[in-house]
């Protein structure tokens, strides 16, 4: 109280009032300074991150110690999924002020990549990652994948009643048991493209008109789903690998299957279940592209997707021999056209708000 | 003569800070609204939206009279305090919930929902909290625990006022809650409607707590949607403007129907104060404990929640401190010390909207002028004010060298000003009007000049409540994630930890989140304790 009552008589006064403002213009310039190159040696990248922070910080933190480069790092909300930090990239195209951007899926990057956001940057550290998981033009780069899983509770579903295909979600059967996270964001987003992809469009509106006449609850988000499941509020949900082993390591007992993408009368020109990888992009006429492809360079690294699967979020490898190293089971590949997905994304948002949402 | 040249100093400060947040905000949002929507927008809302609609008034229709319905008995207790410290005590605990984080309030609620075992999952069990559909609900009830100190702050002031007489009368035949809902409430009609609008306007544009107690078909969060769409757009502002034109309209109704209370509110003398909290040192009642022992329940909920989390796992609760801190000490640091200077930046604008009758007319027009853009940006989406920022200071700011965007918090600050800076305004323009005339006269005819009557003689009066609203702000400015996280400076020491802990609570439970939520409730406390020792406001110069 007194100290407030201080700033306040501080404020009514000549000089120190003058000084409180000269302060304060300091606090900005001895902050703002730490770190431009304008007023120091050391040299700094700016990244944008949809990676979950507690994953994300321990790497950032190592490429710091070994590179000498200051990362600054802006995270977004997972009520956004990557849509805050998406839209301040967009909001600052004219002039952007990031160097990278590392998200935790890859289809809003290859949308970002479309819209001329991402710079071409060939890195040779993607060497040995398989051509599936990089952009032919170089403006993106994949790694770490996490699958497309339904999660159950084995207490409440027998695994004979469990959809074996995620065409099978269309069955009245399924009516008021199924949840999933809003398909106009994240993986979610994604996923659903994918299956236009595959599927083709008469197939997926009828999909989408058998979701929303079975009901289907959209949740905030994968983990938000698979908190839902844990509270009864559905019978299995929709999500993504890390939501459900997060779940599992805290106690909960719930188990995943790996369904199948192929289409409603089985005529699919894939099948098997759905892996996303996450991505990382060079931002185009980023203030620092050195800087920003030494770290693209490492954040796509063997190193890096170690890291990736030994963290909580356990993201599987897309080097196969860093997978036979490591014994990481990739349960039902398929490989899947990305940039072909996303390239529907705006006509899959367009279906989940006319089919599922009106 | 030096105060009064820092008054001018600190007023015409008050002044460009308003103009470079707040104006910039506005600014951005009329050129990107003022020429309609977009080619390809409709302006009638789907269907679909008007469900969101429709759902979302009724989660904040439940909301607000679930807190009225909370508020109303500790009203008609804190009537019959006559201790200014019991009083103050007991509006400290109310206090509370309100200044602490949103979220927090959910969190607690979801770890509840989410206990296999236990009596809490055997009660919620018992009443059907996890029935499927009934998430809005839900949402309605976390709203309430959080928003109830807005109608039960409003209707204590107002009783004092406008509500005493009644209650007195009534209070010879009937009880003391019925006394007061007879005898009282009639009488405190406008300052009702303006509490009724202001929990309403809070509970409608919530967009943490919906989403975490799992109701996504509302309104607030559906505009992250629109958001997301809207960065495609070559006017995002304006897209998003138009989508969000229904909740806009229907929030300056309700904000139109709240004046008369306000104006009620400002008009209220002082010569009631002396006379109700005065020097009377009547011993604390029953009532009164009862009061403070549910008002406490209340405020410290969550911490419970979260202390009964970590248990006796003593070993993983230190680890995940440890975690905690060392993940997010930067974020904790940066947070703290921007909304510790948004709260400063909150007083300075206070100044200058603080008029005299006898200031020039262009003074009085820009403290109007500045007042009502306040009062605009705060009740505009938090994506179009973190976008107006954004997109402007880009187009202005050089990122290859020093800069105001990318190595200041300004746009952070500029952004939780435009959201929250309307709470010290209003207290400013409030409290400004309840200076004594006879004072002022006095002042007058001794010759002081316009600025000396202001610094001199209503300074003194107003700084408590504008410092106090301040405090307030500040900690609103903490928990603040849509437009934080648009804004976050690039090149700053630290982000947003509101964002970072919003980001952890959808994974559920886990010790560090929950550590982290245990910290956010810091400043609450804080908050708590200097209003519990702030001094009964000065009615006498």
Known sequence: MRSLQTLFTVLSDGRRCSAVFFALGLIFLLQGCTGTEATSEKPSVVIYCSVDTAIAEPILAAFEKRSGIKVHAIFDTEAGKTTGLINRLMAERERPRADVWWSSEVFGTIQLAQRGVLAKYESAAAADIPSSFRDPDNRWIAVGLRGRVIAFDPARIKNEDLPRKWSDLADPKYRGRFQMADPRFGTTRGHMAVLLSLWGQPDMEKFFQALRANECKLADGNAKAVLNLTRGLADFVATDTDDVLLAQARGDAIEMIYPDLEAPGGNSKNSGALWIPCSVGLVHDSPHPVEGGRLIDYLISAEVEELLFASGSRNIPVRPKLREKLKAALPNQTSVDYSAAAKLLDLSDKLVRDMLLQ | ?541
């Open chain 2, 1 to 541: 003569m030096k105060r009064i040249i820092a008054f001018q100093f600190a007023r015409v400060a008050g002044w460009l800070v308003l103009a470079m947040s707040v104006g910039l905000v506005l600014v951005a949002t009329v050129i990107e609204a003022a020429p309609g929507p977009l080619p390809d927008q409709s302006v009638w809302p789907t269907p679909r939206l008007w469900g969101y609609f429709r759902t979302t008034i009724a989660m904040a229709s439940t909301a607000t009279v679930l807190a009225l319905f909370i508020a109303i008995p500790f009203t008609a207790v804190m009537a019959g305090i006559r201790h200014g410290r019991h009083r103050r005590v007991l509006t400290a605990l109310i206090i509370m919930p309100l200044v602490t984080m949103p979220s927090i309030h959910a969190y607690a609620w979801m770890l509840l929902a989410t206990r296999k075992d236990g009596m809490a999952a055997a009660i919620l069990g018992a009443i059907g909290w996890n029935a499927p559909g009934a998430q809005w609900m839900q949402a309605a009830v976390v709203l309430a625990s959080w928003l109830w100190p807005i109608p039960a702050l409003i209707l204590s002031a107002a009783f004092r006022h406008m509500g005493r007489q009644g209650y007195q009368l009534a209070r010879l035949d009937a009880a003391c809650l019925s006394a007061f809902l007879r005898g009282a409430l009639p009488l405190m009609r406008a300052p009702l409607i303006a509490a009724v609008a202001a929990t309403f306007i809070l509970a409608a544009t919530d967009a943490t707590i919906p989403p975490l107690m799992g109701a996504t078909e509302i309104w607030s969060v559906e505009m992250l949607a629109v958001a997301a769409a809207a960065s495609s757009h070559t006017r995002p502002i304006g897209y998003v403007f138009w989508q969000a034109w229904p909740m806009l309209a229907l929030i300056i109704t309700l904000a139109l129907a709240a004046i008369p209370g306000i104006r009620k509110i400002a008009s209220w003398g002082d010569e009631l104060e002396a006379a109700d909290t005065g020097t009377l040192t009547a011993a604390p009642g029953r009532a009164w404990y009862s009061a403070c022992v549910l008002a406490g329940v209340i405020a410290f909920f969550p911490l419970c929640v979260f202390l009964t989390e970590f248990g006796s796992a003593r070993e993983e609760t230190g680890r995940a401190l440890m975690t905690a801190m060392t993940t997010y000490r930067t974020h904790g640091l940066a947070t703290l010390l921007v909304a510790a200077l948004t709260g400063v930046l909150a007083l300075a604008a206070s100044l200058g909207v603080i008029a005299d009758s006898d200031d020039r007319p262009w003074t009085r027009a820009f403290g109007k002028l500045a007042f009502a853009a306040v009062l605009i940006t705060a009740i505009l989406p938090p994506e179009i004010i973190g976008t107006a920022l954004a997109a402007t200071l880009t187009r202005i700011c050089d990122p290859r060298s020093w800069n105001i965007y990318d190595c200041t918090p300004w746009a952070w600050m500029s952004a939780l000003l435009s959201r929250f800076g309307v709470i010290c305004l209003v207290v400013a323009r409030l409290t400004n009007r309840r200076v004594p005339v006879s004072l002022l006269n006095h002042a007058q005819l001794e010759g002081a000049t316009v600025p000396a009557r202001i610094a001199l003689v209503r300074l003194p009066f107003i700084w408590r409540p504008i410092a106090m609203a301040a405090l307030l702000t500040a900690c609103l400015a903490m928990s603040e994630i849509g437009a934080s996280v648009l804004t976050q400076p690039v090149r700053f020491f630290g982000g947003c930890l509101a964002v970072q802990v919003d980001m952890q609570m959808h994974y559920g439970r886990q010790s560090e989140t929950t550590v982290l939520a245990a910290i956010m409730f810091t400043p609450a406390v804080v908050a708590a304790l200097v209003g519990a020792a702030w001094p009964r406001p000065r009615t006498q110069a």
